[in-house]
């Protein structure tokens, strides 16, 4: 009996320590976000995306929305729920991506520009969506790139006309020249799509970055 | 005219270790990595010595310089009873070094390095064959920056740093310093981190720019903030060309411990390491504010010793 009592004890002692160890952990975080508003704080790398994601093709062909299961127009939905009128569409196809700092300067200039900016990212490669989530987020905490969702029961073959019908609500876009998506925008019309130029990208005009602009 | 001088600022002393050494590094590695490219006619490595209390650093450092720096190297020495007229209770005035390195450089662009920071391939690359060479239809701007990556204590050793500077996937391995000015972060109360407010790789200022802003503000004589204040006069004039995603962070700092390093200093991400030197007031950084510098700025009436090595 003693024993039983003695090994339920130190049970709970151990879910109590790990609680509390969590609760330390959360604190931490907390703290280290309020002074990274005040101080240089070093940013926690992600090394794993905080969202669902599954690479897909970019293909020319898009399933009218009535053609669409209701999982994926729940879908569209979901992602459209995240999307605000100051976001932006990003267009990346990771073999016309020769230097991701291009479009990263790009996504800088947006910013520096409009404050209140935020990103939905269409990419076909896992790594380019990584890196953007570790440069565009504030301590793990805020993040600048809107989180997809991805509802594993929906078909593949969708995948890529549930991110395009999302992208056509968005008036503005960046995307690597000659993208599937940017000519069927273009098509639709009334919508600006940015292709930085490789070299010009990275002449910036500071003058909003200067103190008293 | 050449097109570029090196700027580098240092003294004969102790600062964190073995200065000494890493400047000689720097000095070798700069001229080694120019004499490989072939553009030694158009380039050149200015090394102010600001103010050597116990010998210069021409003479402690000249046994151990590489025979590339022949020619390329001019050592320009600032004795301390000069520099202590112009830096008040400042042990080593930056602005004024750096100004003294302007006034007594030969190049088009002022590139000012740290006296313990390596130049890459990839800047070699943009400015000798690109910058102002290529015309893509539009003005390159006269100003620059790049931030820089920090070399571990391994990394650093002489027997691997070049690896890391010259194989181009070791090279993107090494830390980038200042992670939040390298990719001009939006914080969440609507501030953008300048790519510009980092620690420097490399400053690069046109001859014309640096006359017209009259140079590094010498009220600013203690550590930190001067290049970005400096950079903020050009900003709000002029396009800044972001060399630090161009080149993506091509210059290496040597490890170094911090212990003489900056005080009170809260836009260092290494501010916990906490150390005794007095830096310039932060709100140089928030605020525009004048650039007082008289006419004769960059010690232009002093008459200093110069030596062409």
């Keep these: 009996m003693i024993s039983y009592f003695k090994k339920k004890l130190n049970k709970a002692k151990t879910a109590y320590e790990n609680k509390s160890l969590q609760i330390l952990k959360y604190l931490d975080r907390e703290l280290n976000y309020e002074q990274s508003l005040k101080y240089y704080t070093e940013q926690d790398k992600i090394k794993k995306l905080t969202m669902e994601y599954k690479s897909y093709k970019f293909e020319n062909e898009i399933h009218s929305l009535s053609s669409m299961p209701e999982t994926a127009i729940e879908e569209i939905i979901r992602i459209n729920k995240r999307i605000t009128e100051h976001t932006w569409g990003v267009i990346l196809e990771a073999d016309k991506v020769s230097d991701i700092n291009v479009y990263i300067a790009q996504m800088n200039k947006v910013q520096i520009n409009a404050r209140k900016a935020n990103f939905f990212v269409v990419t076909d490669s896992e790594d380019i969506l990584l890196k953007l989530n570790d440069v565009f987020n504030w301590m793990n905490k805020i993040f600048y790139i809107v989180p997809n969702t991805y509802n594993h029961n929906i078909d593949k073959k969708y995948r890529n006309s549930i991110n395009f019908h999302c992208l056509k609500h968005l008036e503005k876009h960046v995307s690597t020249p000659g993208s599937v998506h940017m000519n069927m925008l273009k098509e639709i019309g009334g919508i600006q799509v940015t292709v930085p130029n490789q070299n010009r990208v990275f002449c910036f005009n500071s003058k909003r970055l200067v103190p008293g602009s | ?309």
């Design chain 2, 1 to 309: 005219m050449k097109r570029i001088s090196y700027i580098l600022v240092s003294r004969n002393d102790n600062y964190n270790g073995d200065s000494v050494g890493r400047c000689v590094n720097t000095v070798n590695h700069a001229c080694e990595i120019i004499a490989k490219n072939n553009v030694v006619d158009q380039s050149e490595v200015v090394l102010v010595d600001w103010c050597s209390r116990s010998g210069s650093l021409r003479e402690s450092i000249s046994s151990r310089l590489v025979p590339e720096a022949k020619g390329l190297l001019k050592i320009v020495t600032v004795p301390p009873e000069v520099a202590d007229r112009h830096q008040g209770d400042s042990p080593f005035s930056e602005v004024h070094a750096m100004n003294v390195g302007f006034r007594n450089m030969e190049g088009k662009h002022f590139a000012r390095i740290d006296q313990d920071t390596l130049i890459g391939q990839r800047f070699m690359d943009w400015f000798y064959h690109e910058y102002e060479v290529k015309d893509y239809g539009w003005s390159w701007p006269r100003a620059a920056f790049c931030s820089r990556r920090n070399l571990s204590e391994d990394q650093s050793h002489h027997s691997v740093f070049r690896d890391y500077i010259y194989d181009q996937q070791l090279s993107r391995k090494v830390d980038i310093c200042h992670e939040h000015n390298h990719y001009s972060r939006l914080m969440p109360n609507g501030e953008v981190f300048p790519f510009y407010g980092g620690a420097v790789g490399v400053m690069m200022v046109d001859r014309e720019c640096y006359l017209e802003h009259k140079g590094f503000n010498e009220k600013l004589v203690y550590m930190n903030s001067m290049d970005t204040e400096f950079l903020n006069r050009i900003a709000a004039k002029e396009d800044i060309y972001n060399l630090c995603l161009s080149i993506d962070a091509d210059f290496y700092h040597q490890n170094h411990d911090r212990s003489e390093g900056a005080s009170n200093d809260t836009t260092q991400p290494h501010a916990q390491q906490e150390g005794e030197r007095k830096t310039n007031d932060l709100d140089i950084r928030n605020k525009m504010i004048d650039n007082p510098n008289p006419d004769n700025w960059g010690l232009l009436d002093e008459d200093l010793e110069i030596t062409i090595v």
